[in-house]
């Protein structure tokens, strides 16, 4: 059984003036023990809310509707008190600003033995030793002095460490990162990717990271699901994505990353994909890519794709009128 099965959730906010806005249509995924999901797409595609849904962390014009089974249980169908359980509990989360959910006021000490105190009926004692070896398990070095001090005396990457520390106290089946890295520089970023991807390997822990960043997925994921104003554009595993990814947005998300291989003194530009999502009320019937596309025909603009299933690959879905072929074609030009 999947740890997380997540089917048809949407996430409809309403608006004292102008139409609701459809944050999340339709969205359908599922996390086995120990993998590592990827949700990608530009800023206010959905990634964020689609997690919030699931953790009861909606916005109080927010709706959901749809599905989401932790262990069989419909954890949009739960009350407070046992989501909050589950939550924190079970399936832990880190933000991509740590300052959200540390105290800037409490030493990390503090913060971190009380949950322990509370949720785990700890002593004293017992919760400072449980801390400073999770502190050493995100490698924060000296951490028997450091957990005395403040959010403010670590740098951005300790803080980001210390934040999934406390998200590790309780040992959760399941984390989700909500753009960790997005504040950080490019190296202090891998650092922390490669943190999450020992996690994975050593402690099984299921991620689901959420980014705007195709390189951070490459970095983690074993799967990947890619978001557009809301809906799914293109789901499959990271390998098959990679090598050959289907969708145009997709293609374009790819193009905008750097390669490893390329030289130095290569000054091409990287390509990003010209003009921007569409705001909410924007979307028309047809394919919300479609002002975009480089592939975009009459029936695009006219009818929105299903996301169906991509010819010879059962396991990959995607939501686009044109035919593979010719979106892969393109690509080795
Ligand atoms: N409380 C709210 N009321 C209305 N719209 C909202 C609210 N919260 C988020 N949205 C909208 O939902 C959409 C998806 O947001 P989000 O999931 O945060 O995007 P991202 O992919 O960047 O994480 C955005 O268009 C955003 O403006
Ligand atoms: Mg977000």
Do not use: W
């Not at 400073?132 to 005396?153: K, N």
């Amino acid at each position: 059984m999947p740890l997380l099965e997540v089917k048809d959730l949407s996430v409809r906010f309403t608006r004292r003036e102008g139409a609701p806005v459809d944050a999340v249509q339709r969205v359908s995924f599922s996390l086995e023990p120990g993998r590592t999901l990827g949700i990608v797409g530009e800023s206010g595609s959905g990634k964020s809310q689609t997690v919030m849904a699931l953790l009861g962390l909606l916005a109080g014009n927010g709706n959901v509707s749809g599905e989401a089974l932790y262990r069989g249980e419909n954890l949009l169908a739960m009350n407070e008190a046992a989501l909050n359980k589950i939550r924190g509990d079970r399936i832990g989360m880190i933000f991509q600003d740590p300052m959200t959910s540390l105290n800037p006021f409490l030493t990390i000490e503090r913060q971190m033995t009380e949950t322990l105190q509370l949720h785990r009926k700890m002593s004293r004692r017992d919760a400072r030793r449980r801390a400073i070896e999770t502190l050493e398990t995100v490698r924060i070095p000296d951490s028997a002095r450091r957990i005395g001090m403040y959010p403010h005396e670590f740098s951005g990457g300790m803080r980001q460490r210390v934040m999934i520390a406390m998200a590790l106290l309780s040992e959760p089946e399941i984390l989700i990162a909500d753009e960790p890295t997005t504040a950080l520089d490019v190296t202090v970023q891998a650092q922390i990717i490669e943190l999450l991807r020992e996690l994975n390997r050593e402690r099984g822990t299921a991620i689901i990271l959420i980014t705007h960043d195709m390189g951070v997925v490459a970095g983690l994921c074993d799967d990947v699901m890619v978001m557009y104003a809301g809906q799914t554009v293109e789901q499959a595993s990271a390998a098959s994505l990679f090598a050959a990814p289907t969708h145009p947005y997709t293609r374009g998300l790819l193009n905008a990353l750097p390669r490893l291989t390329d030289s130095s003194d290569d000054d091409r530009p990287l390509q990003t994909i010209p003009g921007n999502p569409p705001l909410p009320g924007e979307v028309g019937a047809g394919c919300a890519f479609a002002p975009r596309c480089a592939y975009c025909s009459d029936q695009c603009r006219q009818s929105r794709p299903a996301l169906v299933a991509a010819d010879g690959d059962p396991q990959a879905l995607r939501a686009c009128h044109r035919p593979v072929g010719e979106i892969l074609e393109a690509q080795h030009v």
